[in-house]
């Protein structure tokens, strides 16, 4: 059993919400970026916000972590070209440098992250 892993969880770290009119602003104020793009009746964004939440408590302070409902931000989706959920997009110094699309676990989430903290 990782205690270390159990601790983090139960410290929780909250991911904010956003909408379309504070996105750009957001991923433009923050070095790093996760924004997790999800509606609250798709069963796979609902496995992975657990996951999302996780990662938000192991990496806070160096990314930083959001989520947006696809349902009421058709902007954002469209812009991006979010065409399957759960997709999270990474940004890095405001542009958009990595994407994964669909449920994934908290080790492969953690090894695409790892190569943009430096």
Partial sequence: MDYGRLEKMAKKTEVQDINDSDFESIIKKNNLVVVDFYADWCMPCVMMSPIVDELAQTY???????????????ASSAKFR???????????????????????SFDILQERLKKYLS
Avoid: E, Y
């Fill in 82 to 104: 979010v065409m399957g959920i759960p997709t999270l997009l990474i940004f890095k110094n405001g542009q958009l440098v990595d994407r994964n699309v669909g449920a994934s």
């Fill in 60 to 74: 806070a302070g160096k990314i930083s972590f959001f989520k947006i409902n696809v349902d009421d931000n058709k």
